[in-house]
């Protein structure tokens, strides 16, 4: 355990790919969407679950071996099906595994390439139809001590067909309490550092995932879930290495698209889709209001 928390901590004051304040090595989460969807007047929701955990290890050489493992669970009851009343519930999960190698050339430059495989299924479909593979490479640039960023691109082979991000990552202190951070366009923070235990600000989280489903009433079928959320958010240290963090705010963009497996797209990226001619199986929805919880275990680096 010492091993590991050395690890951390000499990863971040060696290698600026990980430069901030805190490493969250931990955190358990809860999300509800209070949904309703566009053509009926039932109550609908989201709930969902969430954690993480994260362990860099540093070698003599100085490179690094970063791995994290995330579980989401999500569940979304009375999808209605376009061709009929019948109603369904999608119980989804998602098992996503980072791993790679930190490479750094000197001081203020790093080159970052990790693996991405993931299992998106709803425990009913089978085993080898549920992995998606993945990869991440990015490039980091140290300008100054107050800012930092990192370019480069996420790729994952989802269920409905290739999908590509290029991606901006800053960590930029504007002043010495308001700081923006974030891996654009997936998810951004602009907040302030209120005071030693608390910021508060502004949060922006965009995600496009899938998961593979096989029901009675839809075999073979996959679930395409968008999400676009933007809220205003509260970190708070609670004692020792805990921090709490919560979210209140609106869905742009809440969707469970289901689609039969072999109806895909040519080329997704974020906000467009190449060559969409799926038929959707079932109804889609509007935004909505919902609150995010978060409980962190954190490792101070300064």
């Not at 358990?28 to 993480?52: H, P, R, T, W």
């Not at 998606?132 to 100054?144: A, F």
């Amino acid at each position: 355990m010492k091993f590991l928390f050395a690890s951390i901590i000499l990863l971040f004051l060696g290698f600026s790919s990980f430069a901030q304040d805190r490493f969250d090595v931990f955190y358990v989460a809860g999300n509800y969407n209070f949904m309703q969807d566009d053509n009926l007047n039932d109550k609908n929701y989201e709930a969902a679950i969430m954690s993480n955990l994260s362990i860099p290890i540093v070698f003599k050489d100085s490179s690094v071996w970063y791995t994290s493992v995330d579980y989401q669970y999500f569940y979304m009851p009375n999808q209605v099906i376009t061709t009929g009343d019948t109603e369904l519930n999608f119980n989804l999960h998602g098992i996503i595994l980072r791993t790679g190698y930190i490479h750094r050339f000197n001081s203020k430059q790093s080159l970052q390439v990790l693996f991405t495989p993931r299992y998106m299924s709803d425990f009913n479909a089978s085993f080898e139809k549920s992995i998606q593979l993945g990869g991440i490479v990015m490039y980091e640039k140290i300008k100054n001590a107050d800012f930092m960023w990192r370019i480069g691109v996420l790729y994952n082979q989802e269920f409905f067909g290739t999908y590509i991000v290029p991606v901006l990552y800053l960590d930029w202190n504007l002043t010495s309490k308001f700081k923006i951070k974030g891996l654009l366009p997936v998810y951004a923070k602009a907040y302030i550092q209120a005071n030693e235990n608390t910021e508060v600000g502004l949060h922006f989280i965009g995600l496009a995932t899938s998961y593979r489903v096989d029901e009675p009433m839809f075999e073979n079928a996959y679930v395409d879930r968008r999400s676009i959320d933007l809220s205003l958010f509260t970190n708070v240290h609670l004692w020792d290495n805990i921090f709490f963090e919560g979210r209140v705010g609106y869905s742009v963009s809440k969707d469970y698209g289901l689609y039969d497996e072999d109806d895909k797209i040519d080329l997704g990226m974020p906000l467009v889709n190449f060559g969409d001619d799926r038929v959707r199986l079932n109804q889609d929805f509007d935004g909505s209001p919902f609150v995010h919880l978060r409980l962190k275990y954190c490792i101070p680096v300064n």
